[in-house]
């Protein structure tokens, strides 16, 4: 495989990811780049969106009560009250 075209493939993907997640890649030196497993790369994108997407599940789960309070320090977060949100609300 022509491994210029890799990373052309694979940049094109990243690119339209969220910036939250390229922009740690688009800080790597010119060096970096070439010597980076292209796959990998995608590889750590991919995990990054499932977890950030399992984290709005576990909120959303939280919210609607069917969900149960874990012991992940980053959950906090979630587990606080949104201001003028009720169980009526919903």
């Not at 740690?24 to 010597?35: F, H, I």
């Not at 939280?62 to 309070?69: H, R």
């Amino acid at each position: 495989m022509d491994k210029s075209n890799d990373l052309s493939k694979a940049l094109d993907a990243l690119a339209k990811m969220p910036s939250t997640i390229i922009l740690p890649l688009m800080q790597m030196s010119e060096g970096d780049v070439q010597n980076a497993d292209v796959f990998g790369l995608i590889q750590q994108a991919a995990e990054t969106i499932v977890n950030e997407g399992q984290r709005i599940i576990d909120a959303l789960k939280l919210l609607d009560g069917t969900g149960s309070s874990t012991s992940d320090p980053q959950s906090d977060i979630l587990r606080k009250p949104i201001s003028g949100l009720t169980d009526n609300s919903l």
